[in-house]
């Protein structure tokens, strides 16, 4: 040993500017466990995002809420869609003025491939599922009645800052 001060911990900070899909929450999950292993004092995700892969913000939920330092979520311009999940994430959430957050409903895209009526049926009862552990998780974290945050998906709802403000 060269007698070195430890390095003091440091407060990370990540932008996240992409859609959700597999490879963008590959490379976010993987920034924030460096951070761990960097021995960060926290991660702090400034995001912007119009959504993309349900499953993929489910995934980073549970990853980055597993982590042993507080993860915080920073809205900078809009938070749309599957997005809403990852920034529930953060212990503390907080927004720019002028965010805004885009609710709705999950849709299948069938992407031109052809599907059997068991694939339909599957692909309703993966979006059912993922839509009501999305109602569950956000009404867990701000404590309020599930029935009320699954009112807000139904249509598509941009919300404001001051929404967010109002209802945690």
Known sequence: MNGAAPPVPKDYYLGFNYILDRQSIGNLVALAQQAVALKAKSVTICMTSSGGAPDQGLYAFEILSALPIPIYTHAIGT????????????????????????FHETVFTGGGTPLRFDDLIGQAQAIDHNDKWSHDLIAQLINRPVEEVAKWFVGQNVRDTQFALDNG
């Open 79 to 102: 938070v749309q869609s599957a997005a809403m999940i990852l920034f529930m994430c953060g212990e503390k959430r907080t927004a720019s003025p002028g965010t805004n957050f885009l």
